[in-house]
């Protein structure tokens, strides 16, 4: 059995030599379809790997209180709703009278997304974000340090001209020193580095490494733009309190914005773990554009795969007459002519499984996602070209084995 397996085998490369550029120009078609499958399915996994590994290192006892909700769209000829700022008043009077047991209070604002840092006689250039932030912002946000220490209470409180920096302005500025209480200068301020945060990575071209965290009243003395917007952020200790707090929060910050019992929230809450879910719901969608995509193509390639394998039965009619005229059983050729299938869909899915990974690879390094072998498309490219073999060779290969061998002998 072993022995007639080994000779099909050697009897399909031969064939497929024989007929050497057919047979690559059918490889390549297969090869799309694969290839478009497994680069999109790459890209939509590489990005819910990126957005769900930001939000949920928030964790899920987290909430936010912000301007507008996460999903504010247009919808039809409804212009979308336009909610007032949240203003440092406002957050400070919350941050004051929320007094929910076992929960964290985190402020903070952009000042810029735009600032030039300097130090000595180096400086970066003007894209570097700069968040005024308080005491809970780094614990609450998810974020961790590689070195030194965080801002804390007396910081804030006291107004120090101390920062903790991320690792790319680190590596832009201070790469070849100790980063630790050296004095850096935003727009003519001068501030004591105290910490450097862990690599983060980049969102959507969003460089989170690139940034700045100093004291709150720090930023608000030097970036005085009108109507600055403020952030919540609430932790509780415990994810059983989470809806209480949750609750509360809103109770009291429509009363902070001073709103009465009928009208709606002109602000928006978030929960980490909502956010997770809505970019799952979302990737998933992708996920099913990624299939219709790859079975349209890989519909194309069993059309192709099963022309190529017709053409292939009718040019070696008299070959296989000879075959059956020396005793070859009706199995056995079409048995040689499933391994030829075979080998072609196996052969284009490799290769589609390879240039998928590549383009994956290359479109997730484009956009700052992060790239993970994508072994669920792998997978489902090999059992996909096994199907195709199959449902392509199965026609060709009852055909073979089908002819007379006197017929088929006085075929030219």
């Known amino acids: 059995m072993f022995s007639l397996v080994r000779e099909n085998i050697r009897i399909a490369f031969d064939s497929i030599k024989s007929q050497l550029l057919r047979t690559i120009l059918t490889i390549l078609i297969i090869a799309i379809g694969i290839t478009a499958?497994?680069?999109?399915?790459?890209?939509?996994?590489?990005?819910?790997n990126t957005i769900s590994s930001d939000f949920s290192s928030m964790g899920a006892n987290t909430f936010n209180i912000q301007r507008y909700e996460f999903n504010t769209q247009r919808r039809g000829d409804e212009a979308q709703k336009i909610n007032p700022v949240i203003s440092y008043r406002q957050v400070k009077t919350f941050k004051e009278d929320y007094n929910f047991p076992f929960t964290k209070t985190a402020i903070s604002f952009l000042g810029?997304?735009?600032a030039e840092v300097k130090?000595?006689?180096k400086k970066?250039?003007?894209?570097v974000q700069v968040f005024g932030i308080n005491e809970h912002f780094i614990q609450n946000s998810g974020l961790e340090l590689e070195v030194g220490r965080s801002l804390n209470y007396f910081d804030v409180e006291n107004n120090n001209s101390v920062c903790v920096i991320g690792s790319d302005l680190k590596k832009a500025l201070l790469d070849d020193v100790n980063p630790l209480n050296k004095m850096i200068s935003i727009r003519g301020a001068k501030f004591k580095v105290i910490g450097v945060l862990k690599e983060k990575g980049s969102t959507f071209g969003n460089n989170q490494d690139l940034r700045v965290l100093m004291p709150i009243q720090k930023a608000r003395t030097i970036f005085t733009n009108p109507n600055i917007n403020y952030n919540l952020s609430i932790k509780t200790e415990k994810k059983d309190m989470l809806e209480g707090a949750q609750d509360e929060a809103i109770i009291l910050f429509r009363n902070i914005r001073g709103l009465n019992p009928v009208e709606e929230n002109n602000f928006g809450l978030e929960r980490s773990d909502d956010l997770i879910n809505r970019v799952g719901s979302m990737t998933s969608v992708l996920n099913k554009i990624a299939w219709i995509i790859g079975i349209i193509t890989i519909f194309g390639s069993t059309i192709a795969l099963l022309?190529?394998?017709?053409?292939?039965?009718?040019?070696?009619t008299r070959e296989i007459g000879v075959r059956k005229a020396l005793g070859a059983k009706r199995g056995t050729i079409a048995f040689q002519f499933l391994i030829e299938t075979l080998i072609i869909s196996q052969l284009g899915g490799l290769f589609g499984i390879l240039l998928g990974i590549l383009a994956g690879w290359?479109?997730?390094s484009g956009l700052g996602f992060k790239f993970t072998t994508p072994w669920?498309?792998?997978?489902?490219a090999v059992g996909i070209t096994f199907i195709v073999a199959i449902v392509s060779g199965l026609m060709p290969a009852v055909k073979?084995?089908?002819?007379d061998p006197v017929e088929s002998l006085r075929y030219e």
């Open 400 to 403: 073979a084995s089908k002819l």
């Open 37 to 48: 499958l497994v680069c999109i399915l790459s890209a939509v996994s590489a990005l819910q």
């Open 119 to 121: 130090f000595d006689n």
């Open 307 to 316: 022309n190529m394998m017709l053409v292939s039965v009718s040019e070696r």
């Open 124 to 127: 970066t250039d003007p894209e």
């Open 362 to 364: 290359g479109i997730s």
């Open 376 to 380: 669920f498309a792998m997978m489902s």
């Open 112 to 114: 810029t997304r735009t």
